[in-house]
């Protein structure tokens, strides 16, 4: 029976474990049921040959490997931004999105986070610099016309100072989406997002419900039926102006229920349709 080391000595460069050289391996025929297995039946010295093969090819580039991608899967957590949040209020005119979203951003600042608040420039009732309830409450923003423009007019370095990102009448901004996507994605902050969800014939108004697959959370808020009381979800408009984006406030719109919506809504048609009679009578008199 050969020792390891002798059997190395004999080995060609172009060696096989099935090479012709090796000695047969000495067997006893024995009874099936006494049979040893495949395994025992190799010489212990043969089989320990083989194993000692096994281990010094065994590589250990996978073990360097699998640390080298965690030490980079560990070093890009590090350097990513904490996970952002879009948080979205909408309602009707006069159910206190405004409202709600001054107090949240109140609360965000007193909790010792980086605030900014943005509105539309196109609303100018109450002056660009401030962002203003219908009760009175107030607090300063940046009024724009793109939402894209804020980083940069806001400076670089104060974007990346900031948390939480308040957005009023935000079915203004055509931006709306890639802007609170970016935001929260990409650079980690918490957008709250208040507007109008439908204008005043109850249809999407601009972008806010296209967000509505970002937010991680969407309020509903409701006014009060000026007619009835009851909850209204609906902005009616008072006047006769067609313009989807007209600016006003309680002497233009005001909050209905289902019932004197649709009910309202006849009433400007039925008035509509008396002044063009009247008109079509004035001209056929001149």
């Not at 039946?41 to 000692?52: A, G, R």
């Not at 006003?248 to 809504?265: E, F, I, L, N, T």
Request: aromatic content about 8%; hydrophobic content about 35%; charged content about 20%.
């Amino acid at each position: 029976m050969y020792s390891i080391s002798k059997m190395k000595s004999i080995l060609s460069p172009k060696f096989s474990a099935f090479s012709p050289h090796l000695p047969k391996p000495k067997t006893t025929c024995l009874p099936s049921s006494t049979r040893p297995s495949s395994e025992s039946i190799v010489p212990n010295n043969l089989s320990c040959f083989y194993t000692h093969i096994r281990l010094k090819s065994t590589p250990l580039l996978p073990n360097t490997l699998a640390c080298s991608a965690q030490n980079r899967s560990l070093q890009m957590g590090a350097s990513r931004p904490p996970s952002g949040e879009i948080h979205v209020i909408v309602g009707p005119m006069f159910a206190g999105k405004t409202t709600s979203l001054l107090r949240r951003m109140q609360l965000e600042s007193s909790n010792g986070r980086n605030v900014a608040i943005i509105k539309s420039s196109k609303d100018t009732r109450y002056g660009l610099d401030s962002i203003v309830t219908h009760d009175g409450a107030k607090l300063p923003c940046w009024a724009l016309t793109k939402l894209s423009s804020f980083r940069q007019k806001f400076g670089l370095e104060a974007y990346e100072q900031l948390d939480v990102i308040g957005i009023d009448e935000a079915q203004f901004f055509e931006d709306l989406y890639d802007f609170c996507r970016e935001a929260a994605d990409h650079d980690g902050k918490t957008i709250i997002v208040a507007g109008l969800d439908g204008n005043y014939m109850r249809r999407s108004f601009g972008s806010v419900l296209d967000i509505i697959p970002l937010a991680d959370s969407v309020t509903k808020l409701t006014a009060r039926c000026e007619l009835c009381g009851k909850s209204a979800f609906f902005t009616l408009r008072k006047i006769e102006e067609t313009q989807v984006e007209l600016i006003g406030g309680a002497d233009v719109y005001m909050p209905v229920c289902r019932q004197h919506y649709v009910s309202g809504q006849v009433a400007m048609e039925t008035a509509r349709y008396v002044l063009e009679s009247q008109k079509v009578e004035c001209g056929s008199h001149t």
